[in-house]
């Protein structure tokens, strides 16, 4: 290898310029994903105001049952609504009054929209809240007896 009156060697300076073209590239492709993700996430941010909440869905023999976890919400804040397929769950949050320490419950409202695995009854659909677990019970819609069709 050539070494130049600094000591440098040709492969020195070629790994040099490598590098500063590696960084070059990098900021840019840095610029354009922050360009992306940030126009992202402020888009997020505005439609995201809600955390999903869980939802266990138990099968008996002519019921589901919906448990949904619900933690600091009120009874009078949640809106449920049930089709013939599915299940929809959005609760409004009340807002502690002081300054945080620690937030690891979120204070976000809890929302949750499920397809249901089987056609229910929503006329015959009861609701429960206690302890913060909304326990919706989902009638099983049942065709006993097939009715003929007369084909012409």
């Keep these: 290898m050539k070494s130049d ?10 790994i040099g310029k490598a590098a500063v073209e590696a960084a070059r590239m990098s900021s840019q492709a840095s610029q354009a994903a922050k360009k992306i993700l940030g126009d992202v996430s402020s888009e997020i941010s ?11 869905l138990i099968e008996t023999e002519d019921m589901l049952i919906a448990l949904v976890a619900l933690p ?8 449920l609504r049930v089709t013939e397929d599915s299940l929809y769950v959005d ?3 009340a807002v502690r009054e002081g300054k945080y ?3 690891e419950m979120g204070t976000l409202n809890k929302k ?3 397809k249901l695995p089987i056609e229910i009854k929503p006329e015959q659909v009861k609701a429960n809240f206690k302890d913060g677990i909304l326990e919706v019970s989902l009638p099983k819609l049942v065709v ?6 007369q084909v012409e």
């Design 112 to 114: 949750r929209e499920i």
């Design 5 to 14: 009156s600094s000591g440098s060697s040709d492969l020195e300076r070629v």
């Design 101 to 103: 320490l620690r937030r």
């Design 144 to 149: 006993i007896n097939a009715q003929r069709v």
């Design 72 to 79: 600091g919400a009120s009874k009078d804040k949640i809106d």
């Design 46 to 56: 505005e439609v995201r105001s809600y955390d999903l909440a869980p939802i266990d």
């Design 91 to 93: 609760a409004k949050l």
